[in-house]
């Protein structure tokens, strides 16, 4: 295959791959965040009940998920389609994010369910963005560089 013609090939995939995260950004962060903030607001309600102990802690780990997840797409979008150029705040604090989910969908799996199994629930529809933008970033920084 012509190297010109595999070239222009990885550019209408890249962009492809560019406006396909926008979307998910749009129409699966966007909505999700607006609807955490609002069941954040709720969880943090008064504590009737031993569950809402656990939820208080995991509506804060859920907050600075949302900000840490936020600034890691800022960065992002700033650096050229890397993480690289993301403070390491942000990629802490959407890591927590991401595990909040993974136990979420482990303690709704295996005991009854839980604000934590219910916060990390609302944080899957993140992952689908955040995976497609860990994929972008490790593409761009294991391409060869252009000759």
């Given at each position: 295959m012509d190297?010109?013609l595999?070239?222009e090939?990885a550019?209408?995939?890249a962009?492809?791959s560019?406006v396909l995260?926008?979307?998910?950004?749009?129409l699966?962060a966007?909505?999700?965040?607006?609807l955490?903030?609002?069941?954040?607001?709720?969880l943090?309600?008064?504590?009737?009940?031993?569950?809402?102990?656990?939820m208080?802690?995991?509506?804060?780990?859920?907050?600075?998920?949302?900000?840490?997840?936020?600034?890691?797409?800022l960065?992002?979008?700033?650096?050229?389609?890397?993480?690289?150029?993301?403070?390491?705040w942000?990629?802490?604090?959407?890591?927590a994010?991401a595990?909040?989910?993974?136990?979420?969908?482990?303690?709704g799996m295996?005991?009854?369910?839980?604000?934590?199994a219910?916060i990390g629930?609302?944080g899957?529809p993140?992952l689908?963005p955040?995976?497609h933008?860990l994929a972008?970033?490790?593409?761009?920084?294991?391409?060869?560089?252009?000759?």
């Amino acid at each position: 295959m012509d190297e010109g013609l595999a070239m222009e090939k990885a550019g209408w995939a890249a962009q492809l791959s560019v406006v396909l995260l926008a979307w998910e950004l749009q129409l699966l962060a966007v909505p999700m965040t607006a609807l955490s903030v609002f069941a954040l607001a709720w969880l943090w309600g008064p504590a009737y009940h031993p569950d809402h102990v656990p939820m208080r802690a995991a509506v804060v780990v859920a907050l600075i998920a949302l900000v840490g997840f936020w600034r890691l797409v800022l960065g992002f979008y700033r650096a050229g389609l890397r993480l690289d150029g993301t403070p390491l705040w942000a990629r802490v604090c959407t890591a927590a994010g991401a595990t909040l989910c993974a136990a979420g969908l482990a303690v709704g799996m295996f005991q009854r369910p839980t604000g934590w199994a219910y916060i990390g629930v609302m944080g899957v529809p993140m992952l689908l963005p955040l995976g497609h933008m860990l994929a972008l970033s490790w593409r761009t920084t294991r391409q060869r560089p252009v000759r």
